[in-house]
């Protein structure tokens, strides 16, 4: 660096003119890197160039805007370089257990979403977890038990915040040390970005880092964007096997962003069973859907054995020219897509691509969105959002539930006040559908269940839902529910009406004990006809 007097004021100048357009552009939201954080590794970073001079290096300090998001910046020569990230990424990386050593008493841990929960470090940590205590952790979807939970007394040490339940937290609840988080899914990067509780480290898989200096977050994109916003510091755990999921947006991190990298094993990441195969209430019901959706509508799809069967009819169908635009992308579009079906053609948003928050399933599907840029991996405030949702002409959503009152008021969350799963984005999706043009909404059940401990069978439809069970989805908001004996649309309908429309698609098995219940609530009239 030239030692001439006017060149040094060359360089103070503009240091400040960038470090002002950085505190400019992070204060509008716009701009997620400045200069801050390399004041006393510059000389280090640039010991292939000629050392910076103090004064460039007090002014990169005094610019200081946010030390968590940096970019490497040294001065050769009267130009600006931008360091080589392979430089950036030996600097950074660690090991898992250097890792877990960031985490103390008394700090909020994210541990990412389904697919992109760590291992390694979460190995490491469950090591580390008996010298703590009164560590939050907040994740979801599991689809493996973590090593954290397996620690003796982990109430004594940790507490899991969930924001969606499965079989592996259900657990946990009774061992007392998980709990769920409801949420509005389309929400969750909000709640994140307002929330007065710290995130003082999150770690995650992410694909192996790209030549620009990124790290793909894989079929998560959900809300971990936000998560990387309002994190302290990150530590994302390299995982060869993650597919590398195109988007829009909010679906990587830059290196520049990252404290910490940690090389796992690279382990077969997380799959869902392959579905079974259909039962013949499936069937039934996904033959009284799939005729009432038209060619170019746009599918969301829930998770479970009556949202498969309908993808697999629909794959066999006349459809043509459908669309996808859902939360969870799952294993049925892959063979809709494969049979010719999905074009996007006639998307008002995102022409021609299948949006999703995240996916979870086989490896059928991950080798499908691997850097396939036909599917756009997008945050979930966009995919969930009802403005998009009814921006999309015949927007077609079909959801499970777990049981439904003469009221219409849905439960799709808990057996009582057992937890099942969570709210996660149906009710996005009922509002979105009715307000799309052409959209409809499906709520789908059989009409019956095996209740283990009773032993008998009962039935879905309910007089009143089970003392302590969750709305889901409110009588005012449902669409369409549909069993193997029907499917009815419930918009608009008075308490008698809806309690008859009801009854007619309930188990004939249960009808009269039902129609003598709504006798009781005094939602029946004589002259109701089943």
Not at 6 to 26: G, M, Y
Not at 252 to 261: D, E, F, K, L
Not at 468 to 494: F, M, P, Q, W
Request: hydrophobic share 40%.
């Amino acid at each position: 660096v030239s030692q001439n007097f006017h060149d040094k004021l060359l360089i103070l100048h503009i240091v400040n003119v960038i470090t002002k357009l950085c505190r400019s552009a992070e204060l509008s939201g716009s701009f997620p890197c400045c200069l801050s954080g390399y004041h006393t590794a510059m000389s280090e970073l640039c010991a292939n160039y000629q050392k910076p001079v103090n004064n460039l290096q007090r002014s990169v300090r005094a610019g200081s805007v946010n030390d968590k998001f940096t970019i490497p910046l040294c001065y050769y020569r009267r130009g600006w370089f931008i360091m080589d990230f392979t430089e950036l990424y030996a600097q950074k990386k660690m090991t898992a257990a250097q890792a877990a050593a960031l985490v103390k008493s008394g700090d909020w841990v994210d541990y990412g979403w389904a697919v992109n929960t760590p291992v390694a470090v979460d190995a490491e940590l469950a090591k580390r977890l008996p010298e703590l205590e009164g560590v939050n952790f907040r994740g979801g979807i599991l689809m493996w038990v973590p090593a954290i939970f397996q620690i003796d007394d982990p109430a004594a040490h940790m507490t899991w915040n969930s924001w969606h339940m499965g079989g592996i937290e259900r657990k946990a609840i009774a061992q007392g040390f998980s709990f769920y988080s409801p949420i509005r899914y389309s929400e969750l990067p909000r709640y994140y970005r307002e929330s007065p509780d710290p995130l003082d480290v999150a770690v995650f898989q992410v694909t192996p880092m790209d030549e620009h200096g990124y790290f793909n977050f894989g079929p998560s994109a959900s809300h971990l964007g936000a998560v990387c916003e309002k994190a302290k510091k990150i530590v994302v755990e390299v995982n060869k096997n993650m597919p590398r999921c195109l988007g829009g947006m909010e679906n990587c991190i830059h290196i520049s962003q990252v404290t910490g990298i940690v090389e796992g094993e690279n382990p077969p990441i997380g799959q869902m069973a392959a579905p079974g195969a259909a039962t013949e209430v499936d069937l039934k019901v996904a033959n009284l859907i799939v005729p009432q959706i038209p060619n170019g509508a746009c599918l969301q799809l829930g998770i479970g054995g009556m949202p498969n069967a309908i993808g697999s009819l629909i794959a066999q169908s006349d459809l043509k020219d459908l669309g996808v635009h859902t939360e969870m992308y799952v294993d049925a579009f892959v063979d809709i897509a494969k049979a010719g079906k999905i074009t996007g053609a006639r998307k008002q948003l995102d022409k021609g691509r299948q949006v999703y928050a995240f996916g979870a399933g086989t490896q059928k599907m991950y080798d499908y969105l691997n850097d396939n840029p036909e599917c756009m991996s997008a945050p979930v405030d966009y995919t969930n959002d009802i403005r998009s949702i009814s921006a999309l002409d015949n927007f077609i959503s079909i959801n499970n539930a777990v049981d439904i009152d003469l009221f219409g008021q849905v439960n799709a969350e808990s057996a009582g006040v057992k937890h099942i799963s969570g709210a996660g984005g149906q009710l996005d999706f009922v509002l979105g559908a009715y307000l799309s043009k052409g959209g409809k909404s499906f709520i789908c059940l059989s009409s019956t269940f095996f209740n283990k401990k009773t032993g008998q069978l009962e039935s879905r439809i309910r007089p009143t839902l089970e003392n302590g069970s969750i709305i889901t989805d409110t009588r005012a908001n449902l669409h369409y529910l549909c069993t193997e004996y029907g499917c009815v649309n419930l918009k608009g309908l008075t308490t008698w009406e809806k309690a008859e429309a009801l009854i007619n698609v309930a188990h004939p098995d249960f009808r009269e004990e039902l129609i003598k219940e709504a006798e009781k609530m005094h939602i029946w009239r004589r002259s109701n006809k089943i």
